[in-house]
């Protein structure tokens, strides 16, 4: 489903309640007491599905707010030419990001996911292929979630650190349970920066100096999810600035995995995402593997992980 179709499913899915209020109040004759109802069903489930934050849909994971520290997320990628250099950059500064990426760009570029770990960085999962699940089936949330596992697992031997961000962060009512009993956890951000639509430099630059803070989550982008090509020059040359301004700041940004609070899910509850092919690991309840991006890891686990 494309975006604009799924925008548009959503607005009719929001009218539905409010029409059906309506219906109800002139076969009743009460005062638009059930269309008022109506409209504000619709106006939580149009929340509940753009409000990649908001609790209407069930919590994302709650990070900590933890002195100094904070998390730069980069979505979309792997990119063979940004995401190095994105990576690269960090990695020189001495700062930790966490890189939600695209199964399938993950098969197609599995050196960069390599060099994403080499330079201690953990990958986290975006789905396969960036199609919202506004709509789509439990079933096909977990095929989004494994086939991506798969990916990295191909690619560096590993599976991701199991966090996923939904594309766009649009949610359907059941997406939240549906991840959490795949043992992944739903994650959002605190400050959006916009990169993907190009606004400048500056403007990159001006957006995430407004919103660093202890246990703030960035979202930035390292490629483009939408399939047509768009670069990430501008999010790559205005990080110079915004890790200056963290420095100066006295932020260090830190694996995402390593700011969240311990999860609520019973290791019980857990579904596998599939049968045959699966890499039958998870990462609650599972011991730490190297280079691993294992969540709730030490800042020193990470710096091992950037010196291995
Ligand atoms: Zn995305």
Redesign the pocket.
């Known amino acids: 489903m494309s975006k604009l179709t799924t925008w548009l499913a959503c607005g009719l899915v929001a009218l539905a309640p409010a029409a059906g209020g309506a219906v109800l109040d002139r076969l009743l004759g009460t005062t638009a007491l059930f269309t008022l109802a109506g409209c504000a069903l619709g106006a939580l489930y149009l929340v509940g599905t753009f409000g990649a934050t908001t609790p209407v849909f069930g919590r994302v994971a709650r990070v900590r707010g933890e002195p100094g520290r904070l998390a730069l997320t980069f979505?979309?990628g792997p990119d063979p030419e940004f995401t190095p250099q994105i990576s690269r950059q960090l990695a020189e500064r001495g700062h930790r990001a966490t890189f939600f990426v695209l199964g399938s760009r993950a098969r197609e570029h599995p050196q960069v996911l390599r060099q994403i770990v080499a330079d201690g960085h953990e990958l986290a999962s975006?789905g396969f292929d960036?199609g919202l699940l506004a709509f789509s089936l439990p079933r096909q949330v977990r095929a989004q979630l494994r086939t991506t596992e798969h990916a990295v697992v191909a690619a560096t031997a590993s599976p991701p650190v199991h966090l996923f961000r939904a594309?766009?962060g649009v949610r359907s009512p059941w997406l939240g349970r549906t991840v959490a009993r795949a043992g992944y956890r739903l994650c959002g951000w605190t400050g959006r920066i916009f990169d993907t639509a190009n606004p400048g430099v500056s403007t990159i630059v001006e957006r995430a100096r407004r919103q660093l803070r202890p246990g703030a989550t960035l979202l930035l982008?390292d490629a483009d999810?939408s399939g047509h090509g768009d670069d990430r020059r501008q999010t790559v040359e205005a990080l110079p600035a915004i890790l200056d301004e963290a420095d100066r700041l006295g932020l260090r940004s830190v694996w995402l995995s390593s700011l969240l609070e311990p999860p609520a899910l019973s290791v019980l509850d857990l579904e596998p995402l599939g049968s045959r092919g699966d890499s039958g690991r998870t990462h609650v309840g599972r011991a730490p593997q190297s280079g691993d991006g294992e969540p709730f890891a030490s800042e020193e686990q990470q710096a091992q992980a950037h010196s291995d």
Request: hydrophobic share 0%; aromatic share 0%; glycine share 12%.
């Open positions: 979505d979309d975006h960036h594309p766009h982008h999810g």
